[in-house]
């Protein structure tokens, strides 16, 4: 299991406990009957030293709350697939990173959807031992490859991915963990292989909470197991603006992203030096 936790893989276990111990809630906000199969034995070890850092026994917690960060992110972002595959017209969906995502084994999807998960062959493997025997509920297509590799693109289309039709992207727990370039390569990859009309969405940081002193228990954390973050941005909805993106960034604790779990004040978009969290969302005109 070892050479499978590289910088940002490291993450993805800690995601799949964090869904697991979510699922075991009796007010869960969505339910991953898999994510347990999936956490693998460094997974609960990551969550400890999360919690630990995030509810310190000696004083009032200060960082975000990381459970319920991802209870919300992760109910939000399976609403909005939900919603982009209702679309008569939404024919693909792609998972770039996929990490340990279980949103094809325990959703609902039409039958018209294809559905592509791109990560590398080590994660991809480390899944599908994980999950032998449970069947995807979709069509399911994985897509072995490193999102730094030159040759992703043919790669997803020799999938069966078509890139003049519309398609919908979930870029989640990764523009944070990835420098400012590779963030912007990323963002021209993408549209360059979406039609318009295609559906993108992501989570990104703002850049105060990569410096502000309370983060640093998080930060240190994260820095720790090599996967530090790295990229933030004030202005997401300029970010993806400028690679052909309209898009909407809403705060965790506002009303649509929310669900009543949210513990903390959520701050007016014009205050300045306070952490953020933005789930953006939005279309590719």
Wanted: aromatic share 10%; charged share 30%.
């Amino acid at each position: 299991m070892s050479d499978l936790l590289n910088a940002v893989e490291r993450t993805a276990l800690l995601t799949a406990a964090l869904r697991a111990a979510e699922t075991r809630r009796a007010d869960r906000l969505y339910e991953d009957p898999y994510a347990a199969r999936l956490v693998g034995e460094a997974g609960e070890g990551l969550l400890a030293e999360v919690r630990a850092a995030t509810f310190p026994p000696d004083r009032p917690r200060t960082l975000p709350s990381t459970p319920d960060y991802n209870a919300i992110r992760t109910r939000f972002f399976d609403d909005f697939l939900q919603r982009a595959a209702r679309e008569p017209e939404m024919t693909q969906i792609v998972l770039a990173p996929a990490g340990m995502d279980s949103r094809a084994y325990r959703l609902p999807w039409p039958d018209h959807l294809r559905y592509f998960e791109v990560d590398r062959p080590a994660v991809l493997a480390f899944k599908e031992e994980r999950l032998r025997g449970v069947a995807p509920r979709v069509d399911h297509r994985t897509v072995a490859v490193d999102l730094t590799a030159e040759d992703w693109e043919s790669r997803l289309v020799a999938a069966g991915y078509d890139p003049a039709l519309p398609s919908t992207w979930l870029l989640e727990g990764l523009l944070y963990y990835i420098p400012e370039p590779d963030t912007h390569r990323m963002l021209k990859r993408v549209a360059a292989v979406t039609a318009p009309g295609s559906r993108i969405a992501a989570d990104i940081v703002n850049e105060a909470a990569l410096t502000l002193p309370h983060m640093q228990g998080l930060l240190n954390v994260f820095a720790g197991w090599g996967c530090p973050w790295l990229f933030g941005s004030d202005e997401p909805e300029a970010l993806f603006d400028r690679y052909g993106y309209e898009v909407r960034a809403v705060q965790p604790g506002e009303p649509e992203a929310d669900f009543g779990r949210w513990p903390d004040p959520v701050p007016e978009r014009d205050v300045k030096d306070v952490r953020r969290v933005f789930f953006v969302h939005g279309r590719r005109r």
